[in-house]
């Protein structure tokens, strides 16, 4: 078993920036491709950001690169995500996502293992 725990949501403000962690446990860490989802309310889960489990690749959908960053620290079992330049848009539920692989995976069904999610909203 794997258990993920995202935290550094939170209440933003457009412009904003926000980094968003997930420490993982159960498994070595350096096995496990990870990635992070968001989901707004009424909306599908959407894919935001992949990382191989040694870092060394990384995808964005459109909708977010250049200004969502993924990266991890395999010595801590840690994936970040680092979001600039906050748009309303990026308002929704934040996941990290695992699977014991080689590859790059930006579908929620490849993925193993969930954290519960980080929040992150808008101020009005």
């Known amino acids: 078993q794997v258990q993920l725990v995202e935290s550094g949501g939170g209440l933003v403000q457009a412009g904003g920036s926000l980094r968003l962690s997930c420490a993982a446990s159960?498994?070595?860490?350096?096995?496990?491709?990870m990635g992070w989802f968001r989901q707004a309310h009424g909306k599908e889960r959407e894919f935001v950001a992949a990382?191989?489990?040694?870092?060394?690749?990384?995808h964005y959908p459109g909708s977010v690169e250049g200004r969502f960053t993924i990266s991890r620290d395999n010595a801590k079992n840690t994936v970040y995500l680092q979001i600039n330049s906050l748009k309303p848009e990026d308002a929704a539920v934040y996941y990290c996502?695992?699977?014991?692989?080689?590859?790059?995976?930006?579908?929620?069904?490849?993925?193993?293992?969930w954290g519960q999610g980080t929040q992150v909203t808008f101020s009005s």
């Open positions: 996502a695992a699977v014991d692989g080689s590859g790059l995976y930006w579908l929620p069904q490849e993925y193993d293992y």
């Open positions: 159960g498994r070595t860490f350096s096995s496990l491709a």
């Open positions: 990382i191989t489990r040694s870092g060394g690749i990384t």
